[in-house]
């Protein structure tokens, strides 16, 4: 009876995840604390930005005054965290509204890019890496090397220019920059902020391929640029997989070998790839700022590094909180996966 | 076709599923689709907007008292003022109101609003004011000084003498003394903000446009206000589009996805001005980009060393190489084209003259300094240029690069050696304009704090060339202001200025060929509300990008 309430179905114990909630919690004060000193004693001036660089010294003083710049750090951070308790993010200075306000804007964006790219980098690099183990030292394996040493070595920036070049203004295949042609902005109420999403509640089946259209070819660029890394670690779990003893045994009972590289290999390196892809994941979630900066995709990367460079903080740590969330957040996931799957290491 | 691996064949498929084949339509005939950088774009108040960006945005929004001509500046045009005087003391400027006139709420505009919205700009005390505040606005004054004695009419007193030239030129020029709807901002005002965070993200203004959408760094959209009283405008929408890289702007107003692209690299606009399908309007700003010295650093302090740098400048080869499309050559404070400016006086880069002066100031090997500037173009290319020429007499500079607020920041502190830096407002066309903000100085102090005089930011001060600069806006006649103008140019080139002026700044937009009636103001007030297209005019957008 005990047992039982002490542990998850999956058998985890409860004690270990209220653990881990306090480590969670303990990590992102710690990183709220880092950020917010960095930006203060970051040479940026965010009052200038607003002023101007014309203004008197009165606005100026006036402007870092009803900034609470005036106050002692500990006393700003303390603001800070006493507004974050109550759900405050504050106000960003880029926009003028509240930073939760712009992240539910913004993200949706990034979120829906980054989920088509991983689906496409997993989707295709996953079968790559494989097949690239499964015929180590053959043509196929020397041709997804070279993919991979491609899509890891080749400027992202480069690539976006060139796609939006070829696929763009010469074949005019894909849409330009943004989310939508411009005649559609506004066409579909925003629901979700995913335009795929809201195209289709609205049934607007015009705007949903239009979004489509604009979405591929950065999805596409971005998803190569994961591939590589996917494929890569795919093949190097497979090689390891693939040299263990029950992999002979296997052979030498005679399986086909498919049966030995899916049923047998892979299945053995799906908890692997899990963490390797929700890793991926976040570092799109979190840096697709290039990209966005291409395509002028109104999304996460480019509202973080647009809010660095202006030195709004309220807006940064907000972003800071949101990308720390992210990879706590999947960490977590995949270290339970990992307890799930893997009996190992419960103990 | 044989892509060569699986992941090719995929994505070409997909391409094809998504797209269709389909090439991009061009942009609607009713609509005009404006793409640029909206990083400065930071709020819509008209008394807290910074840069140029964000005047051509309201000036769309809101109607201001009067106006000035794109094609002759110092024509002043009626707006919602039909008429104004100035009386005999040059102290009162009276404004008679167009009658009829209603904000985009549906409430009439009244002297009442327009006497609001300009005391706002002062109780507000944020960037917009600080050119009142030369003026002698304050917080206290200004509920008096601006009123209105009956309804219908404006009045607007002058707390101290100054040239009622000027005031109207700022009046007409700012875009910031404009019609803001009392009654509906007043409604939104938070703890006695005067509508401050409202007016942010949102406007309260009677112009040719409402504004229905807002998304910082993306897009905002206007679209025509139909009891415009100047009558409907022909553009039913207007949209901005936020675009971080100017390759990607090329590339979309080449397909005829934009009518017009603005802050475009100079690179993307000379290729694009070989277009048939396009046009570069050209635009001669009063911003002026300089070389500054601090005089609180010892070596700058010096006038033969200050000689010495203006003999290293190679002012014609960075003209030539690194200013086209974004500066002319231009050695004088006052903008180029006033007729109180005097011609250039013909400095060129000289080395051997140069070492010499600083032999004489006591540096023969030169010394060590450091030379701020943005990291962006054309400041990044200036200061390589200008480093490379110190070099040659024994200068040698630290190029030290940053974010306006870093390079600019360290000015205001008055905590630089060097830097490459443009400014100057110059928005007015007059000379005062341009001498206020880069040579006048009234008061040297540190503890003076007179931020917003480049003047005072180099520790430049000559008590006589302020004396001057004060005398020459009062005179009445206008032929002695001229000439006084001309010896104050002279005795500043005299003095060794701590601020060497390079160039005037132009600035280059590309618009295809079927917008019609679209005048990039000098002024950046750029006033939307007789463009159209002609679509006998258009042509069909390339069949693709030529190259980057």
Known sequence: MTTQTQTWRSGIPAGRIGKRLVQVAVTLFGL??????????????????????????????????????????????????????????????????????????????????????IILG?????????????????????????????GYSTPIFWVGMMGLLVFYAWLGWVGGAGRLDFSLDGQVTRHSGFMLIDALIAGNWEVFRNALNHLILPASLLGFHSLAYISRMTRSFMLAQLSQEFIITARVKGLSEWDVLWNHAFRNILVQLLTVVALAYGSLLEGAVLIETVFSWPGFGSYLTSSLMLGDMNAVMGCVLVVGMIFVVLNLLSDLLYQVFDPRTKV | MNTGTPLGAWFLALLLTVSGGAVQAKTP???????????????????????????????????????????????????????????????????????????????????????WSMRR??????????????????????????????????????????????????????????????????????????GNRWLTTNEAGSGPFRLDSWQAKDVLNMSRNPQYWRGEPRLTRVVFRHFQESQTLRLMIEKGDLDIANNMAVSDVTALSHDPAMTVDTVKKGTIYYVAMSMKEPHFANPKV??????????????????????IVHQRPIQ????????????????????ALLAEAGYPDGFDTTLRVLADQPFLNIAIAVQSTLMQAGIRAKIVTGTGNQIYGAMRERKFDMLVGRGGSGVEPHPHSSLRALVYNPDNNDAARLTNFQGWRTGFYDKQL????????????????????FAIQERYDALIPALVPLSQMVDSIVVRKDVKNYLPHPSATTFLRDVYKDESQATTPSAGGKGL
Request: hydrophobic share 45%; no cysteine; charged share 20%.
């Open chain 2, 336 to 355: 180029v084209g006033m007729p109180a400016t005097l011609p250039d006086p013909g400095y060129r880069l000289d080395i051997p003259r140069a070492k």
């Open chain 2, 29 to 115: 005939p009713d609509q005009l689709l404006i793409g640029m950088n909206m990083n400065n774009l930071l709020t819509l108040d008209p008394a807290a907007m910074t840069g140029n960006d964000i005047v051509g945005i309201v000036v769309n929004l809101y109607d201001p008292l009067i106006e000035l001509d794109p094609r002759a500046l110092t024509n002043v045009r009626p707006a919602l003022a039909t008429s104004w005087e100035v009386n005999d003391a040059r102290d009162l400027i009276t404004f008679h109101l167009r009658d009829g006139v209603k904000f985009h709420s549906g409430n009439p505009v009244t002297a009442d609003d327009v006497v």
């Open chain 1, 122 to 150: 997993a989707g295709v690099g996953i079968p790559l890496g494989v097949l690239a183990a499964a015929k180590r030292n053959s043509v196929a394996d020397y041709v997804v090397r070279i993919i991979s040493l491609a």
């Open chain 2, 121 to 194: 700009i002062l109780h507000l005390n944020l960037a917009q004011a600080s050119v009142w505040k030369s003026y002698g606005f304050t917080k206290k004054n200004v509920d008096e000084m601006v009123r209105t004695p009956s309804p219908g009419i404006v009045e607007i007193q002058l707390p101290k003498p100054n040239d009622p030239k000027l005031v109207i030129y700022s009046l007409a020029a700012l875009g910031s003394v404009v019609a803001l709807d009392s009654k509906t901002v007043k409604a939104h005002e938070v703890n006695g903000d005067w």
């Open chain 1, 32 to 117: 709220l604390l880092l950020t917010f000193f960095i930006g203060r004693v970051m040479p940026v001036d965010p009052v200038l930005a607003i002023v101007g660089p014309d203004a008197d010294h009165s606005t100026y003083q006036q402007v870092y005054h009803q900034l609470g710049f005036d106050k002692p750090l500990w006393t700003q951070f303390g603001i800070y965290l006493s507004g974050l308790a109550h759900g405050d993010f504050g106000n960003a200075l880029l926009t003028g509204k509240p930073v939760t306000q712009d992240i539910l804007r913004v993200f949706p964006a990034t979120m829906e890019l980054a989920t088509l790219a």
């Open chain 2, 306 to 327: 200050r000689e010495a740098v203006r003999y290293l400048i190679d002012y014609q080869g960075i003209g030539k190489a690194l200013m086209t499309g974004y500066g």
């Open chain 2, 466 to 485: 302020n004396t001057d600069i004060d005398q020459a806006l009062l005179e009445r006649d206008p032929e002695k202001q001229k000439q006084d103008y």
